[in-house]
């Protein structure tokens, strides 16, 4: 799977631009604030419509525009297409495959996939778990359709259940539809958690083989799938013992969520436990440590993607050259062999030639070949 061409309008700093990509290595350089990343991030938006920087389509926008568009020209073992985001500060975004409109974002699961790896990831390991979470999210939804919908709706009904926790107080009926969104709640959640627990359980064998290979010291890397405290292996359990077992969870504790005002069970606090030898990484892991588990997780997602899709997702690396030491930069450039490659790097000269790749230099939201 390859990008082949990208062409932009008013996305970030780039008014307009069109750019083809060699189908093997590019390497992407230029000085600091020049767009590097901001054309990493339009590769990555073709994939979900959704950005690995922001929450917000506005953000993306030239500041000076109400309107933009991404187009990519994409390339796979089995047919080419064409991907057209259309973005407004106006109105919701409008996405099109092969001149076809798609009723959603999560419609473009399957049809071009790539896998990020920047230096924010290192927070996989040190940071919180909506870090980890977000991770799964984004990973899960560039293969499952169905995953983008129910994460989106389970949102959408916590932000409502949570409101109305927050502010019965003002008005006492809101609490006669608590149950409901609690039910709903948990109808989206047991979905969710068999989705996230199915993979993780491919991750964790993918990180592990991983991490072996590039520690070479025989260090153990271990992923575990965290989620309520009522359910101990949601692999083990259908969907509908996973929502029994939540609604019992809701009902218990539904006291306490009016009291605390917040909601309290669900799956909204998951999260992937992560040892190395046994010991908690966040806690004990080594700056050596942390870039090699961060590194084997991104390509454990990179290698799920590749096995179920049947094609290489396109690897984005953002200026993670630098934060590597040798042998891992080596680990990384020779396991992504036969895949389409994107690298941002300051130092090109020294990546082309260890790579072979093409050049592409930015200069002002302008691509020089």
């Known amino acids: 799977m390859i990008v082949q061409r990208l062409e932009l309008r008013n996305?970030?700093?780039?008014?307009?631009?069109?750019?083809?990509?060699?189908?093997?290595?590019?390497?992407?350089?230029?000085?600091?604030?020049?767009?590097?990343?901001?054309?990493?991030?339009?590769?990555y938006y073709l994939a979900g419509a959704?950005?690995?920087?922001?929450?917000?389509d506005r953000d993306i926008l030239h500041m000076a525009e109400t309107e933009g568009a991404v187009t990519g020209f994409i390339a796979s073992e089995v047919r080419e297409q064409r991907i057209d985001i259309y973005l407004s500060r106006r109105e919701r975004k409008k996405i099109f495959v092969g001149g076809v409109r798609m009723k959603s974002a999560s419609e473009l699961a399957g049809r071009f996939a790539c896998t990020l790896f920047c230096p924010d990831d290192l927070e996989l390991i040190k940071g919180g778990a909506a870090e980890r979470r977000r991770f799964m999210d984004l990973a899960i939804s560039q293969l499952r359709p169905k995953y983008a919908d129910l994460l989106t709706n389970f949102n959408?009904?916590?932000?409502?259940?949570?409101?109305?926790?927050?502010?019965?107080?003002?008005?006492?009926?809101?609490?006669?539809?608590?149950?409901?969104?609690?039910?709903?709640?948990?109808?989206?959640?047991?979905?969710?958690?068999?989705?996230?627990?199915?993979?993780?359980a491919r991750a964790a064998q993918a990180a592990g083989d991983i991490h072996g290979e590039i520690s070479g010291c025989g260090e153990k890397l271990r992923l575990d799938y965290r989620t309520v405290s009522a359910i101990e292996d949601p692999l083990e359990m259908s969907v509908r013992e996973i929502l029994d077992a939540l609604l019992?969870?809701?009902?218990?504790?539904?006291?306490?969520?009016?009291?605390?005002?917040?909601?309290l069970a669900g799956v909204q606090k998951d999260d992937i436990?992560?040892?190395?030898?046994?010991?908690?990484?966040?806690?004990?892991?080594?700056?050596?440590?942390?870039?090699?588990?961060?590194?084997?997780?991104?390509?454990?997602?990179?290698?799920?993607?590749?096995?179920?899709?049947?094609s290489s997702p396109v690897l984005l690396l953002d200026d993670v050259l630098s934060e590597l030491d040798a042998a891992r930069q080596d680990y990384v450039l020779n396991s992504i062999q036969g895949g389409q490659v994107l690298i941002t790097c300051c130092d090109e000269e020294e990546v082309s030639r260890r790579t072979g790749g093409s050049i592409l230099r930015i200069e002002g939201g302008r691509v020089r070949n």
Request: hydrophobic share 35%; with cysteine.
């Open 11 to 43: 996305f970030r700093n780039y008014r307009e631009l069109g750019c083809d990509f060699d189908p093997q290595i590019n390497v992407i350089t230029g000085r600091n604030a020049q767009g590097k990343t901001n054309l990493l991030e339009a590769v």
């Open 248 to 263: 019992r969870q809701q009902e218990r504790l539904r006291q306490a969520e009016i009291d605390a005002g917040q909601c």
């Open 156 to 200: 959408r009904i916590y932000e409502q259940k949570t409101r109305i926790l927050r502010d019965y107080r003002d008005r006492q009926d809101m609490l006669d539809v608590l149950d409901e969104f609690s039910l709903n709640l948990a109808k989206y959640g047991s979905e969710l958690m068999r989705y996230r627990a199915s993979w993780c």
């Open 50 to 56: 959704r950005s690995f920087r922001t929450r917000s």
């Open 273 to 310: 436990a992560i040892r190395i030898d046994g010991s908690e990484a966040s806690k004990y892991a080594s700056q050596g440590q942390i870039r090699t588990a961060a590194l084997s997780m991104k390509l454990a997602e990179w290698t799920i993607c590749r096995d179920e899709l049947g």
